[in-house]
């Protein structure tokens, strides 16, 4: 539905601006003539009569006003469609060797985030377990990564 709307707004916007060029065209600039004589400004004079340059005036002011509103209506839509549609992630980007954390990081969070209980060998020895188990996972997404293979974020 959005895409239609899109396409038939854009199609009235190029409408809206063939019809602005052309009526800017016929308004005479000077008592002379000048380009809306040469395009046929006698003949606007004889279509509207001789308030000519009023009607004109009054196309171009509506013909500007249309194009805005038009204008500000597609720029919506198009936000509006662009925020339904997912981001697109490369994912060699998500996982590369600038992206890993370095392994004192890594080991200062466990140590952080580590239940404290029981005695400090305990303790040692469950962050150890956890330090070893996520370089594991750093390596097997490095070697995933080198081998163009993506595994399974868990």
């Known amino acids: ?9 854009t199609l009235v916007l190029l ?8 009526i800017i065209l016929m308004q005479r600039t000077s008592s002379n003539g000048g380009m809306g004589a040469a395009l046929g400004g006698g003949a606007a004079e004889s279509a509207f009569g001789s308030e000519t340059n009023n ?26 469609e662009a925020s339904k549609q997912p981001a697109t992630v490369d994912v060699k ?3 590369s060797a600038e ?8 080991v200062t969070t466990v140590v952080d985030n580590a239940e404290v209980v029981g005695t400090i060998e305990s303790t040692v020895e469950s962050v150890e377990a956890q330090v070893t188990e996520i370089q594991s ?16 974020v868990q």
């Open 15 to 22: 409408l809206i601006s063939a019809f602005v060029v052309l």
């Open 137 to 152: 996972e750093v390596d097997a997404a490095m070697e995933a990564v080198a081998t163009e293979e993506v595994p399974e």
């Open 99 to 106: 992206s890993v954390e370095p392994a004192a990081e890594t």
């Open 1 to 9: 539905m959005g895409t239609l709307l899109i396409s038939l707004l």
């Open 55 to 80: 009607v004109l005036t009054k196309g171009t002011i509506y013909g500007t006003i249309a194009f805005f509103l038009v204008s500000m209506g597609l720029y919506l839509l198009y936000q509006s």
């Open 93 to 95: 980007e998500l996982i």
